[in-house]
């Protein structure tokens, strides 16, 4: 059964991989390695094949799980909504503690029956092709042309709780609470304070009540309700960390980017601006606000200052996207400055024409036809905008 659970970790793992769904930044895959031998010995000593192996899930609902082979998954949403490596550190444990204790293949040991292997994969590989089809579908605005995803939250909550608990990862409340004692113990053992566990779980508790998740909260069944873990591991720490938002900032930025389209302004806000405090935002986090504050607003004052963050995103030269031209136009015709908004307009129709070159290098056609039809939607729309001005 372990080598059967190990051959469906693989493949899910490469389904994941050839669907865009991992997050890709292998400095932040490092970091995060170093973390876990900081926890976890190279191998168990009980007989057990399993070498930790860890990836970054593209959803921006913060989670983490961990399958019985010791493939271990932590999503940009629960990176972004804690704060510190302590905070991580005690994320991490909890998972190794589920599978060190054997959690996932206890359950599987105790269900009566598994659907069959490739029954069940084909049926979750054309559930995710359904969500991803019914995302291009979808009103959701892609702000950055170069970086067009069908990833975003296509790993339908169904989905994901289907997987779980054919893994056997859907844990007992007995189960949670007993990783969270380990992930304690573990936790004082490499003095790391435990309360960075209960922080990160009441962030992730303030994040659900935010976004409306009570399930989450108040626990299913015999799951244990998120305060009782709370209250189990001890008082939630104030923690907060330049250093650790360094290391994840291109996570905030893709997070910020799903916050934006899900017009969750303020989340976007606070991701972006934990960039910025330290000191490693890039255009695209800086267009973003611009974006947000336009959105939000609109008198002189702050049109000038989505004029001065779009200004900031021109100075940098690191990454630069098309949308600056878009952006510049938006907030200079707010400010009735029609000449140079022309000026950024005809910049960015010629800058779309080019996106139109790279259409051949990308192979799925759910992603190209995707692509082309924003390129050609942006196109018509910059024509007639053109126009527009030069009748104001």
Same mark, same amino acid.
Request: hydrophobic letters at 40%; aromatic letters at 10%.
């Given at each position: !059964? ?44 009980? #007989? ?35 704060? %510190?490596?302590?905070?991580?550190? #005690? ?40 969500a991803a089809d019914a995302y291009v579908a979808s009103n959701n605005e892609y702000y950055v042309p170069g970086a ?38 573990? !936790? ?5 304070? @435990? ?40 008082? @939630? ?139 050609? %939607? ?6 007639? !905008? ?7």
């Amino acid at each position: !059964m372990r080598k059967e659970l190990e051959e469906e970790s693989i493949d899910f793992m490469n389904y994941l991989a050839n669907n865009n769904l991992l997050f890709d930044d292998s400095y932040l895959e490092s970091y995060l390695y170093a973390l876990i031998y900081k926890i976890y010995p190279t191998t168990l000593n009980d #007989g057990r094949p399993g070498f930790l192996n860890i990836k970054i899930l593209k959803k921006n609902i913060p989670y983490a799980l961990i399958f019985p082979n010791g493939s271990l998954y932590i999503t940009t949403g629960l990176l972004s909504t804690i704060n %510190s490596e302590e905070e991580l550190i #005690g994320v991490l444990s909890h998972e190794i503690a589920h599978f060190v204790l054997d959690h996932s293949v206890i359950n599987i040991n105790k269900a009566e029956k598994r659907q069959k292997r490739a029954e069940f994969w084909a049926g979750v590989a054309t559930g995710v092709a359904v969500a991803a089809d019914a995302y291009v579908a979808s009103n959701n605005e892609y702000y950055v042309p170069g970086a067009i995803t069908l990833s975003t939250a296509v790993l339908a909550y169904e989905i994901a709780g289907a997987i779980t608990e054919r893994m056997g990862i859907k844990y007992s409340r007995d189960q949670e609470l007993e990783a969270d004692k380990s992930a304690a113990e573990l !936790m004082n053992f490499i003095q790391v304070d @435990p309360g960075a566990l209960a922080s990160a779980l009441s962030k992730i508790k303030t994040y659900s009540i935010l976004n409306g998740n009570y399930i989450a909260l108040t626990g299913q069944g015999t799951h244990p309700a998120i305060d009782d873990r709370i209250k189990q591991i001890g008082t @939630p720490q104030d923690y907060a960390d330049v250093e650790y938002d360094k290391k994840i900032s291109f996570v905030n930025s893709f997070n910020a980017q799903i916050e934006y389209n899900n017009k969750h302004f303020n989340s976007c806000i606070n991701l972006v601006n934990r960039n910025i405090e330290s000191n490693v935002a890039t255009e695209e986090d800086y267009v973003l606000l611009a974006i947000v504050t336009l959105n939000m607003h609109d008198t002189d004052a702050k049109n000038q200052e989505a004029l001065t963050l779009i200004q900031k995103a021109k100075s940098l030269n690191v990454y630069p996207t098309i949308n600056i031209s878009k952006q510049e136009a938006i907030v200079l015709i707010r400010l009735n400055r029609l000449d140079e908004a022309k000026q950024s307009l005809v910049k960015y129709e010629e800058e779309l024409k080019d996106q139109k070159k790279y259409l051949e290098e990308i192979k799925d056609e759910r992603q190209w036809s995707a692509t082309n039809r924003f390129i050609e %939607s942006e196109y018509e729309w910059t024509s007639k !905008m053109i126009y527009k001005v030069n009748n104001f």
